[in-house]
């Protein structure tokens, strides 16, 4: 008999313990084996009952979610997936910094059956939990909380750059489980200027991909913002497909702009990096970088066969980092990718492929 999932739910709200149990309790592969109320209840929980996945409220009594989260990343690190609602999305990437896996946004603060309304995506999260790398998210917490600026006038001396086909002028990079503090990492490991545009496709539902590019762009010493239609593409500039669309580049007169546009009904993730990546090789050819990310499932894979045929280039992260294979895996099985990248390197592997240079 196959193993089952045990979970600790931890949520302050009795009403939220049942509703998200009962959701748990429906996966045959499930088993929720301890609640708590409170963050040091929950640590104790945690530390007694082992369990594979935890369940996270953020804001509750004598002890929050950050707090736990701290402590439990440091001494019994253990996937977690905050469940926050959606008024909370700045706490949210706080959160997943901190070393939580995901999140699942509910309908509101207060006790209400619209809660119900997330046990679809709730259970496909809590599924992916058995493909989850935990050394990779340790490392990744420990290195990615609040990185600190880049000093001005301390940049490490310009490595030479590869010799390439064609200069690259857009980077197209897909993510989905693990994804925000991937990205974070790469786009604060880049230098100033940028010779080349970077759009984005990170699986988030609607309402949060802009807390998220407004919280990259703080960090990064570049322009990042969600993508509006209609938005030039251009060097310097990093956009973010917004959560419930997807985001494609077109060509309008002498520039190329950005086009946010409804997924199709055969569209299974979104936004969808499949869609991106296709039309990047369409709009830039042989001057498109197509990267690919931690996550679940096949996403991308399309994609970068299209970049490939364009003539373009295309990077795959590495197992031993990715939170997720799934992606990067189903990328690389496809035989087109010319470099699988440790995420640690891979800002340096881009930027040096585009013709620069990127801290390490």
Do not use: W
């Amino acid at each position: 008999m196959k193993k089952k999932i045990r979970v600790v739910v931890i949520d302050d709200s009795a009403f939220n313990r049942r509703a998200i149990t009962k959701m748990l309790e429906g996966m045959p592969e499930v088993e929720v084996v301890g609640y708590a109320a409170d963050g040091e209840e929950g640590i104790r929980k945690i530390i007694d009952l082992r369990p594979d996945l935890v369940t996270l409220d953020l804001e509750m009594p004598r002890m929050d979610g950050f707090t736990l989260l701290r402590i439990v990343m440091g001494y019994s690190p253990t996937p977690v997936i905050v469940i926050s609602a959606n008024s909370d999305d700045e706490k949210v990437f706080k959160a997943l910094e901190l070393g939580a896996v995901d999140f699942v946004a509910k309908p509101s603060q207060g006790i209400s059956e619209e809660l119900l309304t997330i046990r679809d995506d709730l259970q496909q999260k809590v599924r992916s939990v058995i493909h989850l790398n935990m050394a990779g998210i340790i490392r990744r917490e420990r290195k990615v909380v609040s990185p600190p600026a880049v000093p001005e006038g301390r940049k490490r001396p310009a490595v030479p750059a590869r010799r390439v086909q064609e200069q690259v002028a857009i980077v197209a990079i897909g993510a989905s489980t693990g994804g925000p503090p991937a990205l974070q990492n790469i786009l604060t490991s880049f230098t100033p200027p940028l010779s080349f545009s970077v759009v984005i496709s990170q699986h988030m539902p609607a309402g949060f991909t802009k807390t998220f590019a407004e919280r990259l762009n703080r960090l990064s010493p570049f322009d990042v913002k969600e993508a509006v239609d209609g938005d030039p593409v251009k060097p310097g500039r990093v956009l973010i497909a917004p959560g419930g669309y997807n985001l494609v580049c077109e060509r309008s007169g002498d520039q190329v702009v950005a086009r946010v546009v409804k997924p199709a009904k055969e569209d299974r993730y979104i936004p969808s990096v499949d869609v991106m990546l296709v039309s990047c090789a369409e709009v830039f050819g042989p001057q498109t970088l197509g990267v690919v990310l931690t996550g679940m499932g096949n996403d991308g894979s399309k994609g970068v066969r299209a970049v490939k045929a364009a003539g373009g280039q295309v990077l795959a992260e590495a197992e031993a980092t990715a939170v997720v294979f799934g992606m990067p895996k189903e990328a690389i099985a496809t035989g087109v990718v010319d470099k699988v990248v440790p995420l640690d390197q891979m800002g340096r592997e881009i930027h040096l492929r585009c013709g620069g240079s990127a801290e390490a």
